[in-house]
């Protein structure tokens, strides 16, 4: 009976230890990765821009972490561009011939180096761009240690030695429950991570220990607290600029410079008819309410036809068409957004008028020309927008459209011949232009 114990005793504990070893190894690949997502994640910019300096403090961030015994992060020609060993940087990258794959994914790949007491995992996680189709710049390595999981290993033993000695039943229990207090914050860890992975940034965990998943879990939740700091200037930023701007300078940061291009593109502009009279007979918050309203509703139409709002002046807006970005038919998507914005606001008086609130009527101008677009201003303050004259024409046939009109240059008129009904008017001279500008009134699209 005494050698029947014994045997059991022994299956219990290689039973117990192999389940625990490969749980431990299992969760911390999992942290691991975490990690190296996490420096992969931000390590992008700095391979674009050769910022070896970043790359190199992000490496050694990761290598601090507990079990780490080396971190690199090399680009797609195996050059390693950064290193927990500077003596390796400007090397190139090479594992090992006893090297095993036991683990590829899409995302990751996890090779075992070596057995026994002294083994470590490769981890590698690929580095892309963040951009709508992403390529690949490189990856990084993270090699973990399996120090900590023959420690655990060690101290089961050890419990379980003493805990079975006692009775065998309640040692097996209490063997299970120290497992579980052992790997339950790492699952919890493990959840948040994936759940970060997923695009939900309000992940914070609480757990409070003052080893290393203590350390790491204080890590992540300053990780995550980082990403909603950067997600939120993201949306700020987009409510200052045009989406398609914002996502522009934020993916190519390089640009982000004063200068411009020379493009082709469509301008608007809309202005509310004797509006400083009109803001004269109400009341400040009235007037507030209403440019709000109105605003409102010109970007949304703008935004819908394929347009940058540009500026919003007074009781105006200046929409460029063709920008940062050419369209397929960027003068008939401005002309369809001018009559889009003339139906709108004609449905906003009816709901001003139910509300026995005054009306407005706006004229608008389109011309297409050639502009210089980019960053204007200092480097201290600047600002995305367009110069020349075919800015300044659109600007003149704004201010001649009567309320309720569409006035067009001949240029967008020509590109556009066929698809709407225009009628002709008086050709308009500018200061400065011996040859008078053709102005067309758009009365109707014909396209079904």
Excluded at 201 to 216: A, H, K, M, N, S
Excluded at 313 to 321: I, N, R
């Amino acid at each position: 009976m005494a050698v029947f114990s014994g045997l059991l005793m022994v299956g219990v504990i290689f039973t117990l230890e192999q389940n625990f070893r490969e749980s431990l190894i299992r969760e911390s690949i999992e942290k691991g990765l975490g990690i190296a997502r996490g420096v992969a994640f931000n390590a992008e910019d700095p391979l674009l821009t050769g910022d070896d300096l970043s790359l190199f403090s992000a490496i050694t961030n990761a290598a601090r972490s507990p079990g780490i015994r080396y971190a690199m992060i090399v680009d797609n020609e195996l050059k390693i561009r950064a290193a927990s060993d500077v003596n390796s940087v400007g090397g190139t990258y090479q594992l090992p011939a006893q090297t095993e794959l036991i683990d590829s994914q899409q995302d990751y790949q996890v090779k075992q180096i070596g057995r026994g007491e002294d083994t470590i995992y490769d981890l590698q996680v690929p580095i892309f761009t963040l951009a709508d189709k992403p390529v690949r710049l490189g990856a990084i390595h993270l090699g973990l240690s399996d120090e900590r999981v023959n420690r655990e290993i060690l101290a089961m033993r050890y419990r379980l030695a003493i805990l079975t000695a006692v009775a065998l039943v309640i040692g097996i229990i209490v063997a299970y429950a120290l497992a579980g207090v052992s790997v339950r914050p790492v699952h919890s860890l493990l959840r948040g991570v994936r759940a970060v992975g997923a695009g939900r940034l309000d992940q914070t965990i609480d757990i409070y220990r003052r080893d290393e998943i203590g350390v790491l879990t204080q890590a992540f939740n300053d990780m995550t607290e980082n990403l909603r700091d950067k997600e939120f200037i993201k949306q700020t930023f987009e409510r200052y600029v045009s989406k398609q701007l914002a996502e522009r300078l934020l993916k190519r940061k390089d640009e982000i410079k004063l200068g411009g291009e020379e493009m082709m593109i469509t301008i608007l502009f809309s202005d509310i008819r004797r509006f400083t009279s009109l803001a004269e007979r109400l009341p400040p918050k009235q007037v507030v309410d209403l440019l709000n309203d109105y605003f409102t509703r010109m970007i949304n139409v703008v935004t819908k036809y394929d347009g940058v709002v540009d500026k919003l002046m007074g009781d105006s807006v200046m929409a460029l068409f063709g920008v940062p970005f050419p369209g397929v038919d960027d003068a008939m998507s401005s002309v369809r957004c001018a009559i889009a914005m003339q139906k709108e606001v004609k449905a906003f008086n009816r709901i001003r008028s139910g509300q026995g609130l005054p009306t407005i009527d706006q004229g608008i101008g389109l011309n297409t020309g050639p502009v210089i677009a980019g960053n204007i201003g200092s480097k201290e303050r600047m600002e995305y927008t367009v110069i020349g004259d075919s800015v300044n024409i659109a600007a003149r046939l704004q201010g001649l459209a009567k309320p309720g009109e569409v006035l067009v240059s001949e240029t967008t008129y020509r590109q556009v011949k066929g698809k709407v009904l225009a009628t002709p008017l008086e050709p308009m001279t500018l200061k400065g232009k011996r040859i008078p500008v053709g102005v067309y009134r758009i009365d109707s699209l014909l396209e079904i």
